[in-house]
């Protein structure tokens, strides 16, 4: 089944007088529990990219199908609505609510959905478990290590159910031991059936992925499915 | 409709967390609205607190009573042409009763302000009202000891005198005062009656308990200047309605009782107590006006103050804003968001500042009359909710259109 079917994105900033191509003419699909890396260096338009497929940035010319709907023409709310239900972020910064709880900072997606209080707490939990975090509910970001935030993260991003999981660089701030425990957790996520796209510049994160597309000026240059 | 309390309710939720997490800053914040909302809660019980004292203190004029008098209480009328009016005498209210149909009762009046000593103590400044005992149907008059000097004593004019509670408290402490001689203007007087307390100290030197009635006729004879000076009379209407007729009535009798020629303007007043309140409504209602726009200034100070921290808790909060939108949240729940934080925080604080606006008034009540009441506490919740909803709104509004991106950038 197809996820993400995208026809020559452009993506165009203006920076003062100057244009700023950051993605020209991109096109890629992406079916159902795909493990896909994109790579490319500083500038190569990869974070544009992943904004643009993480419903966060409309593209400025192209068309964007997100499981066979366009959605490169909807509103501010609409495309809330698509984050919340069918999108997980993970972030390179973690980027979590530093004074709430573990618990609470999983629960939040939830909240936004609209769920009751009983059935989230619920799910809450059980993803809470399903990383590894199950006494660890309560502590706050602060209270926790690099690799507790990303788990913590990973829940949050996993809470809802999402039909793709977006990870920027989710190894970059975490020690090498710490990176390869979350990547056996990425592993995981992808057996269990969820559809996962992963943006790094590192060369052997990138392997860990059963595909790399690689981007270069804000164009693809090689896109290839990778023997694991 | 439930899908809104449960935003309504999930939105509290978002805002009170975010709150307990920023507890010094949402502390600061509430100070601003705590001394708006205290100054303006503590206004309105003033001015409550006076219109309850006015209308104590005017209740003692009776409001079916005319008061005919060479002065007129509002000076519509040049003072000077009321002071070159002639006296009304005794004569005028002699003839005057005697013509008159309408009202229930009818007396004389004659005012002096004097020294009344009883052994040791005096009080100085009493009214003393020379009448007769007609007077006692002109009034809503309770007693807490005797009565009101009889017939016989009002028309012989016999040496005897009524206290109000103020001037019986203060010369005799806890003794009776029945039958004992109070000193006044160098004769002794028995003391008939003693008065309820009446009303309170609002309309400045007014005191309607710090009085004392005697017979009109000891005036007539102890008092030096008496005859000089003008008397004015007491006219009771039989009731509300019939007042306008009653005036009618003494009008035309008084002008012909004073001589007056068709073309020729009244040379006497007759005054209402109803002129009394519509004066106060004027004067105080301006003061009134004149406080609260006051006090709203204090308010308007506080409101810019949180809208001011608002912001800047919005552009510390970017990175989060920023999260909570790539999670999913709508525009209008940022928004929601930080209205509902603002209108929290103005609450307690305006329940803070009610708080102390109660008890600041107890102790205001010692030099002004202050009254707290229901709609006044509404009043201040109503005004706070208004407040944090306005002022937040700016604030919340650029959270709201914050691009996730940029946002999650943002250092």
Redesign the interface.
Known sequence: MNIINIENISRIFQVGSEEVRALDNVSLRIDKNEYVAIMGPSGSGKSTLM?IL?C??TPTSGRYDFKEIDVSDMS??EL??I???EIG?V?QTF??????NAF?NVE??L????IASAKRKEMARETLIDVGLEDRMLHKPSELSGGQRQRVAIA?ALVTHPSIILADEPTGNLDSKTGEDIMSLFNDIHKKGNTIILVTHEEYIAKRAARIVRLRDGRIEKDEIISN | MSKYIFELKEGLLIAVRALRVNKTRAMLTTLGIIIGICSVALMATVINGIDIAFEKGISSLGSDNLYIDKWSWFTNEEFWKMRNRKNLKLSDYEKYKALAQLPTAIAPTLWNIKKIQFEDNYIEGALVTGTTNDYLDTTNFEFSKGRFFSAIESKSSRDVAVLGSEVADHLFESRNALDEYVKLNGIKYKVVGVLEKQGSNLLGNFNPDKQIYIPIGTVFKHFENASFRSIAIVVRSRNTSMVSATKEEAEGLMRRVRGLRYDEENDFSINQQEGLTRNYDQTVGVIKIAGLFITGLALLVGAIGIMNIMFVSVKERTREIGIRKAIGAKKRTILGQFITESAIICLIGGLIGLILAVLLSMAVDKFLPTSVQFGTVILAIEISLITGVVSGLAPAYSAAKMDPVEALRYE
């Open positions: 904004n993480g966060l940035d501010d709310n809330a609505e984050r919340n239900r972020f972030f980027n979590l609510l530093p004074r709430s609470h939040l997606p909240i936004y959905s609209g949050r």
